[in-house]
């Protein structure tokens, strides 16, 4: 079956059966390896996309809910060569430690400040509750997110 759907502004269609996880056509059909497999269940964050604006786990949203929406994975939250700004704050605090829940935290941050660019320490925390990352620099990552504020909104 075709499925046809938007891509960080690029419109694709796929030839998979419907229930095939998102991540699955993200990864292996489009190429997109930014978001990454955690717990196969929708619980851990590591895959974290946003289908027509809202966060969701690709691992755990079936293909056909895709269809004629729009996704944004953690490549589409920029144009090339310009990091989100989170992206940067993340990387200028040096707040990442191995990196592999990072897409989606940074997937889920931008997708708050976009919404609420003057969210406080409380809003970050409860959005990115979510979002496990295992090397314990969740603190770093809230203020990373908090120094990303005043530029979430011109991206």
Do not use: Y
Request: glycine share 10%; charged share 20%.
């Amino acid at each position: 079956m075709t499925t046809p759907f938007t891509v960080n502004g690029r419109d694709v269609t796929v030839d998979a059966q419907p229930d095939t996880p998102l991540l699955t056509v993200l990864r292996e059909d489009l190429g997109l390896l930014g978001s990454r497999f955690g717990c196969g269940l929708g619980l851990c964050g590591a895959c974290f996309v946003r289908l027509d604006g809202h966060v969701v786990p690709a691992c755990d949203t079936p293909l056909w809910q895709a269809e004629g929406k729009d996704v944004v994975t953690v490549e589409g939250l920029s144009e090339p060569g310009h990091a989100h700004p989170v992206q940067q704050a993340i990387l200028d605090r040096q707040a990442a430690q191995c990196g592999f829940c990072i897409s989606g935290i940074v997937v889920n941050a931008a997708t708050l400040l976009d919404e609420q660019p003057d969210a406080d320490e409380e809003d970050v925390v409860a959005a990115l509750d979510r979002n496990l990352c295992r090397c314990g620099v969740q603190r770093r990552i809230v203020d990373a997110v908090l120094a990303a504020r005043s530029g979430a909104a011109s991206s």
